[in-house]
């Protein structure tokens, strides 16, 4: 198990765009991927769950990876929140 904090720089945090390529990003690994944020944890491979935990920009989720490529999603995960998630 691998994890990292990261810091969401959208300016309007999680909706629907953001969640969807982070979900498509994760979808793209074996390992198992969640997120801790506020004291729970989400499905980073689940749109629903990624926009259920009301992500704002400025908040500190930690990414959590496990898996026989977790290594890699994490890099390419903590990569694509830094770079804005396509916005």
């Known amino acids: 198990m691998v ?5 969401i720089k959208n300016p309007t945090g999680l909706h629907l765009r953001p969640a969807g390529n982070l979900c498509k990003e994760a979808m793209q690994y074996k390992s198992l991927i969640t997120f801790k944020y506020g004291g729970n944890t989400a499905n980073a491979k689940s749109v629903l769950s990624v926009l259920g935990a009301c ?3 400025g908040d500190e989720i930690e990414l959590i990876c496990e898996g026989e490529d977790e290594a890699q999603a994490l890099e390419a995960l ?8 396509g916005e």
Not at 3 to 7: E, G, L
Not at 78 to 85: F, R
């Open 3 to 7: 994890s990292q904090k990261v810091v």
């Open 55 to 57: 992500i704002k920009c």
């Open 78 to 85: 903590v990569t694509a929140v830094e770079n804005g998630l």
